[in-house]
T-cell receptor
Framework: AQSVTQLGSHVSVSEGALVLLRCNYS??????LFWYVQYPNQGLQLLLK??????LVKGINGFEAEFKKSETSFHLTKPSAHMSDAAEYFC?????????????FGKGTLLTVNP | DAGVIQSPRHEVTEMGQEVTLRCKPI?????LFWYRQTMMRGLELLIY????????DSGMPEDRFSAKMPNASFSTLKIQPSEPRDSAVYFC??????????FGSGTRLTVV
């Protein structure tokens, strides 16, 4: 079974500041990990994913995340926040390498960017 | 590619009425998922299909909910009879293997 915990339902940063959104996962098998972004009244859009290989993955809009197996974490970062980054962000996990591609999502973190 | 297409975008119905939500996945994708999103419960997986076959429907809340996928390009989620607590945004998503899901824009359902 898989589960995801996103620490902090709401994160507020100033424009230009570092963005750090935390995600910890639990998985009985090696996981695949994902970050999605949701803008108001829209569906979820894939930001980045980790399946195998390099543990630091880069995504769209300058975001990146690092898979740390020892910490069971997959935190999302961006060096400098932009007003357009304001949205809700979801971390998700699925069992890796098998035939079950069912994603389990965290509760989401709402990112506010202040001018 | 037009992406995952859901219809309608908004649906307002009276309690007790039947509601049908529709989804057209991305051509070639072999997985299709139905999720429900509410403030209280977040994103909940209702059911998913692989090659048009239902694989896991353990998230379907009650017998009032049913889903079908008659072919690779179409799926429906039906609620009969609808209740106010079914009010939510329902998302359809499709995927190919480990590529990650592509979500539709959702159907906002309001049951009054």
């Amino acid at each position: 079974a898989q589960s995801v915990t996103q620490l902090g339902s709401h994160v507020s940063v100033s424009e230009g500041a570092l963005v750090l959104l935390r995600c910890n996962y639990s998985s009985s098998v090696p996981p695949y990990l994902f970050w999605y972004v949701q803008y108001p009244n829209q569906g979820l859009q894939l930001l980045l994913k980790y399946t195998t290989g390099a543990t630091l993955v880069k995504g769209i809009n300058g975001f990146e995340a690092e898979f740390k197996k020892s910490e069971t974490s997959f935190h999302l970062t961006k060096p400098s926040a932009h007003m357009s980054d304001a949205a809700e962000y979801f971390c998700a996990v699925s069992p890796g390498g098998g035939s079950n591609y069912k994603l389990t999502f965290g509760k989401g973190t709402l990112l506010t960017v202040n001018p | 590619d037009a992406g995952v297409i859901q219809s309608p975008r908004h649906e307002v119905t009276e309690m007790g009425q039947e509601v049908t939500l529709r989804c057209k996945p991305i051509s070639g994708h072999d997985y299709l998922f139905w999720y429900r999103q509410t403030m209280m419960r977040g994103l909940e997986l209702l059911i998913y299909f692989n090659n048009n076959v239902p694989i896991d429907d353990s998230g379907m809340p009650e017998d009032r909910f049913s889903a079908k996928m008659p072919n690779a390009s179409f799926s429906t989620l039906k609620i009969q009879p609808s209740e106010p607590r079914d009010s939510a945004v329902y998302f359809c998503a499709s995927s190919l293997s480990t590529s990650g899901y592509t979500f539709g824009s959702g159907t906002r359902l309001t049951v009054v």
